[in-house]
């Protein structure tokens, strides 16, 4: 930032009450293929394109993901209840993911595994 460019800090608060579902119940089905540092979402503008994502949390914190998650906050309000579902097309989410995906490469040598449908 430069030459009077003023900097917008925005506060964004992401309640994840379900994070610790595992450590209320028994079942392994809750965690089960999603690997520690990860979270499982929901993606897809209908019900019927939706798909399963396993991302790793890091990349709440990306800009572009924070976008994807304003857009969730912008249609389903902070109180969405289960899975965090982002509201947009799977191949617009699998665009993003790999932007963020080669953002991360460039400053990493090693592979974060998280990203499965």
Excluded: W
């Excluded at 979270?39 to 798909?51: D, H, N, R």
């Excluded at 924070?66 to 665009?95: S, W």
């Amino acid at each position: 930032m430069g030459g009077g460019e003023k900097s917008t800090v925005r506060n964004f608060h992401l309640n994840l009450p379900h994070l610790h579902l595992h450590h209320q119940q028994h079942g392994k089905k809750q965690s089960r293929d999603v690997p520690k540092g990860c979270l499982a979402i929901k993606v897809g503008s209908t019900e019927e394109e939706q798909q399963r994502f396993v991302v790793p949390v890091i990349y709440f914190n990306h800009p572009l993901f924070m976008q994807l998650l304003k857009e969730a906050e912008e249609e389903y309000g902070f109180d969405q209840k289960g899975t965090i579902t982002i509201p947009c097309h799977v191949e617009e989410f699998r665009n993003v993911r790999g932007l963020i995906d080669g953002e991360r490469s460039l400053h990493h040598h090693h592979h974060v595994g998280c990203f499965r449908v």
